[in-house]
């Protein structure tokens, strides 16, 4: 069974860092794009990034990018995503995911629970 | 960026009824659309992908169609279970865009 735990939010000032963990299991981390897709309280969702398979094509939200990295480390079955400079039009909950099929980009079948990160003085 | 526009924003419908949402891309998209179901307090699930196809588990009451700009989702009878936030999103291109979402309710 595919399970995606992700970990690292919380409450945060602005203009600090953070970075978000996302443990997979239960498919072959390695050959599948990931994603994280945020949503803020009570909006809809929005794609934040995503990275290829082998690290090879990575992509960011223009309201991210510049101040958001995602990596990814295959070996740990972990996805990272580390978020500097951060705004309040950043709090959202983080979700990690996997794209439905191998080496694609064509839509995500599995989320993870979703981890909060709250930015506010 | 491509934008998603659904409609309606809401519906509200008796169980048995037949709901039809739809999802506008501003440019086309072929057929690279995704349907996900979110009910409160819950990660997204994916409904179809690439317009047509059923994702695994996903009951038969579900459809997609459309190719191009326009596309729908149908519920071909409406249960309760089904009460939740529908949203489309394209994947065309990045920046991925999902539409607005779609409130679906029990009348």
Redesign the interface.
């Known amino acids: 069974e595919v399970h995606l735990v992700e970990s690292g939010g919380g409450l945060v000032q602005p203009g600090r860092s953070l970075r978000l963990s996302c443990a997979a299991s239960g498919f072959i981390f390695h050959d599948y794009t990931m994603y994280w897709v945020r949503q803020a309280p009570g909006q ?4 934040v990034s ?1 990275i290829s398979w082998n690290s090879g094509a990575i ?1 960011y ?2 309201s991210v990018k510049g101040r958001f990295t995602i990596s990814r480390d295959n070996a740990k079955n972990s996805l990272y995503l580390e978020m500097n400079s951060l705004r309040g039009e950043d709090t959202a909950l983080y ?1 990690c995911a996997k794209d ?1 099929n191998t080496g694609s ?5 599995y ?4 981890t909060l990160v709250t930015v506010s003085s | 960026d491509i934008q998603m526009t659904q409609s309606p924003s809401s519906v509200s419908a008796s169980v048995g009824d037949r709901v039809t949402i739809t999802c506008r891309a501003s440019q086309g998209i072929n057929t690279w659309l995704a349907w996900y179901q979110q009910k409160p307090g819950k990660a997204p699930k994916l409904l179809i992908y690439v317009a047509s196809s059923l994702q695994s588990g996903v009951p038969s009451r579900f459809s997609g169609s459309g190719s191009g700009t326009d596309f729908t989702l149908t519920i071909s009878s409406l249960q309760p279970e089904d009460i939740a936030t529908y949203y489309c999103q394209q994947a065309q291109s990045f920046p991925w865009t999902f539409g607005q979402g779609t409130k679906v309710a029990i009348k």
């Open positions: 809809g969702l929005e794609w995503h992509g939200a223009d979700y439905v980009y064509h839509g995500i079948d989320w993870g629970q979703g």
